[in-house]
Each structure stands twice: as C-alpha cells, then as structure tokens.
C-alpha cells in the first residue's frame, strides 16, 4: 500500500464511450500526476498538477481530460479514445519543491476496443 | 530534453547472486534519481531516492549509487532471490520543458529474473 489508490483496476471501453479514472492520494501531498505506460515504451509524463493547479500539459490530446478538485483527488476524464490509447494509466504524489519520493498508485489497465 | 538509458534491457541470473544494474541520464541538472521496482501488471513501488548532493543510498540487500557528473547511477542488488524477479526502473527528477513543473523521466526498465 502506498498511500495512492487508483480506480478502476480494470477497464475496457469502446470508442465511442465517455469513462473516468479515479485517483485518490492519503499521504498530503500537494502534487499530483497522470503518466501512461504503454508497451515497451518508458513512461510518459502526461499532467502535473501542483496545489490543484495544472502546471504541466507534456502535449496530451484533447480527448484525455484532467480534472483536479482538491490536492487529494486526481480525476481523467476519457471519451472518443483511440485503440492505441490502450495502456496503463499511473497516478502518481509528491510533495513539491521537497525533493522527496514520488509514490505511485496500482494504475488502471485501460483497454479500448 | 532529459534522456535516460538503462542497460541492461534484461537479466537472468541464478539465486544468490550480486548484481548490477546500470541507468544513464543526459541532462545532468537533476534535483533527484529514484528507483522502482515494478512486478507484472501493478504499480511502481519505490525502493531507493538518491538526493542530487549524495553519493549512494543503501537499503537492506540494496545499493544505489550516484555520480551526476557522469550522468550514471548503478542498483546493486545483493545475493538475489526468486522474490526479486520484477522490472527495476530508474528515473531521474528535473525540471520540465516548459520549466513550470519537476517530472520523473523513466527510463526503459530493466526487467530481473531470478531462478531458484
């Protein structure tokens, strides 16, 4: 357990389909993150957000849609997805500016038929 | 752009042995290098951060060391065991393109098996 919950586990959509993943943080934390890890590729850094704040945008598409209400919760909101887009979504916290540990969540396997 | 290399790709080794894995960055501007360990299917579990000021951290069986300067750090790992087999990822904390935010940059992984 570390501290960073993420929901669905599991999800398959279709394309046309409008689904959201959850991330929760219990660590107080004031940075929250989405990465994507697809296969054989490293993970990739999508959005940053610093005390509810967006503070990084890596050039994500229009159809993946962040939505952070409180430094505590980390929603992406997902519609019109690609089959390509199948992967796996991370959350991830960290204190900024501390220069301390980022904790993970156990990501959504996210699957787009 | 932030750059980092593991190597290798991939390892098997027999139980109780030490080894090394390797990671290399571009950029050697970093706050901080953190490593994970990732098993099939889960999250990233952090198993050692290595501030930009140090030189190695240690944890248990676990070793990381650190030359910034060079832009490598090496995992060594300890007389191995079968429940070390996972994906061992290396990522290094600088600050983004757009300078606004810092951002883990992972690299590939390297992926451990272990056999009993």
């Known amino acids: 357990e570390t501290g960073v919950t993420q929901t669905p586990r599991h999800l398959v959509m279709g394309m046309t389909n409008k689904k959201s993943l959850k991330c929760e943080q219990h660590?107080?934390?004031?940075?929250m993150y989405w990465y994507k890890q697809s296969a054989k590729k490293p993970l990739e850094l999508m959005f940053v957000?610093?005390?509810?704040?967006?503070?990084e945008n890596n050039s994500v598409p229009s159809r993946f849609s962040p939505e952070c209400p409180n430094s505590s919760h980390l929603f992406l909101h997902l519609h019109t997805l690609q089959p390509e887009d199948s992967a796996l979504y991370l959350c991830a916290s960290s204190q900024e500016a501390s220069n301390t540990e980022a904790f993970f969540g156990q990501g959504t396997r996210l699957t787009v038929v | 752009k932030q750059e980092v290399t593991q190597i290798p790709a991939a390892l098997s080794v027999p139980e109780g042995e030490n080894l090394v894995l390797n990671c290399s960055f571009t950029?050697?501007?970093?706050?901080?290098l953190q490593w994970f360990r990732q098993d099939p299917g889960k999250g990233l579990t952090s198993l050692l951060l290595i501030q930009s000021s140090q030189r190695e951290q240690t944890s248990g069986r676990l070793n990381a060391s650190l030359d910034k300067s060079s832009g490598r750090s090496t995992l060594y790992i300890a007389a191995s065991q079968p429940g070390d087999s996972a994906t061992y990822l290396c990522a290094v904390s600088s600050l983004s393109s757009s300078g606004s935010a810092r951002q883990l940059t992972f690299g590939s992984g390297t992926q451990l098996t272990v056999l009993p």
């Open positions: 950029d050697s501007a970093i706050y901080n």
């Open positions: 957000y610093n005390f509810k704040e967006q503070t």
């Open positions: 660590l107080g934390h004031n940075a």
